[in-house]
Nanobody, 116 residues
Framework: QVQLVESGGGLVQPGGSLRLSCAAS????????MGWYRQAPGKQRESVAI???????NYEDSVKGRFTIARFNAQETLYLQMNSLKPEDTAVYYC??????????WGQGTQVTVSS
């Protein structure tokens, strides 16, 4: 059973940076796809950055050029580097993963607030 635990959220000023981490226990090598989603108050959850083994990462249009997703199997960790943050990036960010058996896993979420 894969478990995902996010960390790294917090309060940051507009223009600032944060790095989110997702620790994957229980077998990161069994995960075909890992990614980050976010949900702002009153809005639907949306994908932010998705990384599938052997493919280029996919980014939501509003974060292209500002966010970078990276996966390090040796550390069993997925990262999301977020630069040039904007108030509209404020949301709860979730780590998600899909195994090669197509099972889906979710983390508990971490709050990111961009405000002056």
């Amino acid at each position: 059973q894969v478990q995902l635990v996010e960390s790294g959220g917090g309060l940051v000023q507009p223009g600032g940076s944060l790095r989110l981490s997702c620790a994957a226990s229980g077998g990161i090598l069994s995960l075909r796809t890992m990614g980050w989603y976010r949900q702002a108050p009153g809005k639907q959850r949306e994908s932010v950055a998705i990384l599938t083994n052997g493919e280029s990462p996919n980014y939501e249009d509003s974060v292209k050029g500002r966010f970078t997703i990276a996966r390090f199997n040796a550390q069993e960790t997925l990262y999301l580097q977020m630069n040039s943050l904007k108030p509209e990036d404020t949301a709860v960010y979730y780590c998600a993963a899909v195994g090669y058996n197509w099972r889906t896993f979710w983390g508990q979420g971490t709050q990111v607030t961009v405000s002056s």
